[in-house]
């Protein structure tokens, strides 16, 4: 598979969805953002600027990342009849097709093909499903601390999202801007800027602006972040006028990591709590992820390796007990 | 009569407290009580995950 880490990862990072505030693209499943190249110091440091080396404080990461950790912990829904195929076409190109059945009409099949060589950039990632929808992002790390990103979302023949960010990471910062759905003729657009700062190596203060405009219509938001981590855990906090969402991530041993989740939004009027747990029991190749929140949703998911086969099996189910509503899905992943 | 001009003892005005309390705490439409509600599960939820997770899922069974 060469360099290929996405075809690697037996654990694909789920898509985002907290990344609301931002025009709503995610990176197509099996993906994950690739890391930018660690910083390189300055040579012929002085004596002073020795003593700062000896403790720096850490970057934080990008601010989108914030609750990460706590959102990887709870179950993924799907539901119905899914097969995923991971194929390395060289050093440079992955394909992974998948195929999603909805009970048993077909709801859709999507080719998903990218350049994932995650060490070389620029990395491209397509995605298009059936209907000829398209969903592409195009990658690029301009210097060691500047990364650029476009994506482009389409419906069909109809380009439906369209943005462009750069993202720069500083010693102890990182600062991005994002340009969503920009058009010169109507006047309209979403600029996104995120700013986090390490405060101590274990403290990361942030916040978000978002502003946006069409003809008669201008209005920002504003929100703010903390982030703290611990030895084993990391307590993370957003609150703005929109309203406010908290998470805590606890890992308690190899096997074991929890999250606690609050959401509450001003606008909807409406408060949520979310918990959930995953479970990882490497010498059965087994994975399992429960969840239960406040909306009296139970969900699981349940995923096996079935080695020395490329072959891995997942399980899903989510019941709704308020809405007496059942889903479930079962899927194979090869390659 | 006595009380007809409204003059309540201190029993009545804890039993309007205590009713009052008790429909703000089964309003499953209000805002605010849904909020304390979850925020309360919100620390419920990270005591349990700080305090009941220590257990070792590959340690050896207890020989009986």
Redo the contacts between chains.
């Keep these: 598979m060469g360099s290929v880490l996405a075809a690697s990862s037996p654990n694909p990072p789920p898509p985002a969805p907290g990344a609301a505030a931002a025009p709503g693209l995610t990176v197509p499943p099996g993906f994950g953002m690739p890391p930018v190249s660690p910083v390189i110091p300055p040579t012929g440091a002085t004596s002073g600027q020795r003593e700062e080396a000896e403790n720096p404080l850490p970057n934080p990461g990008a601010f989108d990342e914030c609750h990460r950790k706590c959102k990887e912990v709870f179950p993924m829904q799907m539901e119905g009849v899914r097969m995923v195929v991971n194929k390395g076409i060289s050093n440079h190109f992955q394909v992974v097709g998948f195929v999603l059945c909805v009970l048993l009409s077909p709801d859709g099949s999507t080719v998903t093909l990218t350049n994932a060589a995650v060490q070389f950039f620029p990395v491209m990632v397509g995605d298009m499903d059936n209907s000829g929808s398209l969903n592409a992002q195009i990658i690029h790390q301009i210097s060691s601390r500047i990364r650029s990103k476009v994506a482009f979302q389409t419906q069909q023949h109809k380009f439906v999202n369209w943005q462009g960010d750069a993202e720069f990471r500083g010693e102890d910062f990182t600062a991005t801007v994002t340009l969503g759905n920009p058009d010169v003729l109507v006047g309209s657009g979403i600029v996104v800027t995120h700013y986090l700062q390490s405060i101590t190596p274990a403290l990361a203060l942030g916040g978000e602006l978002v502003y946006h405009r069409r003809p008669g219509e201008e209005g920002s938001v504003m929100s703010l972040v903390g982030r703290y981590t611990g030895n084993n855990?990391i307590a993370t906090l957003t609150f703005g006028s929109a309203g406010a969402h908290?998470s805590?991530y606890?890992k308690?041993?190899d096997?074991?990591q929890?999250?606690?989740?609050?959401e509450?939004s001003s606008r909807m009027?409406?408060?949520?709590?979310s918990?959930g747990y995953q479970?990882d029991?490497p010498?059965a190749n087994l994975q399992f992820k429960g969840s239960v929140d406040?909306n009296w949703i139970v969900g699981a998911t349940l995923e096996k390796k079935l080695l020395p086969l490329p072959l891995s099996l997942v399980l899903c189910s989510f019941l709704n007990h308020r809405k007496n509503k059942f889903q479930c899905g079962f899927g194979v992943t090869i390659g | 009569m006595s009380g007809a001009n409204g003059k309540k003892g201190p029993s009545s005005g804890v039993m309007d407290w205590i009713r009052s309390a008790c429909r703000f705490a089964t309003d499953r439409n209000d805002?605010r009580r849904?909020?304390l509600?979850?925020?309360g599960?919100?620390a419920a939820?990270?005591w349990?995950?700080?305090n009941l997770?220590?257990?070792?899922?590959?340690s050896p069974q207890p020989v009986t």
Excluded: I
């Design positions: 855990y908290a805590y606890h308690a041993n096997q074991l929890l999250g606690v989740e609050f509450a009027q409406d408060t949520s709590v918990f479970l029991v010498k406040s | 805002f849904n909020l509600v979850n925020l599960l919100f939820g990270v349990v995950a700080r997770s220590d257990f070792d899922l590959m």
